[in-house]
């Protein structure tokens, strides 16, 4: 029952929209401007680049603190079915921001949500993360495509997984879990970018400022 509970908090966190909400405490519906996305991009070209880094850090929040919240009760060499119920709260949150209940199931895209995850899970998912980032930074910076750098990301966070898997003490067989929730994630953020990999494709796609 605790870990059922921590599953629907952790979907009913991850399903606020907090750039609805700064959008609104603004005096804009961000959904009728930019991209119509609520993520932090479309906020920041919305309303201004510190409104979208609040976006983002409150994105990024809502995907750590469950994630945290639910490693409390992880021991230190879980097995694959516990591993199993933590991810499944970090999945939530992600699931939640993506199709919010509050919203009538149309959220963002889930890439912040994803890295407070991946974070959380210290730190099984938090180097391949960080690996991650850095391909991301590398591909939003050098072509001014924060959409590029989302997918980059989405491509290098479960390969990373894989290639640092030897620093585990879990075995395989224990281990699993991870590979695939991390894999599904990727595919999440890569389905949810299908329009833009279209438009970055046919040269369309905005830019955003690379400093």
Known sequence: MIWIGLIAAAYLI?????????????????????????GATNVGRTLGRKWGYLCLIA???????????????????PTALMLLAWLSVGMAAVVGHVFPIYL?????????????VALGIYPYYTFAMLAALL????????????????????IVFPAALVVLAHRSELSF????????????LGVLIIARHQSNIARILKGTEP???RG
């Open 14 to 38: 991850g399903a606020i929209p907090f750039g609805l909400l700064i959008g609104f405490a603004r005096g804009v519906d961000v959904r009728k401007h930019g991209s119509g996305n609520i």
């Open 173 to 184: 067989v224990d281990a699993w879990p991870l590979y695939v929730v991390a894999f599904a």
């Open 135 to 154: 391909g991301y930074a590398i591909a939003r910076f050098s072509t001014g495509w924060v959409s590029l750098g989302s997918v980059v990301l989405a």
């Open 59 to 77: 994105d990024i929040t809502k995907g750590i603190l469950p994630t945290l919240a639910a490693g409390l009760f992880v021991e230190r060499a």
């Open 104 to 116: 009538g199931f149309r959220g963002g895209k889930g890439v912040s949500t994803t890295i407070g």
């Open 207 to 209: 830019r955003a400022a």
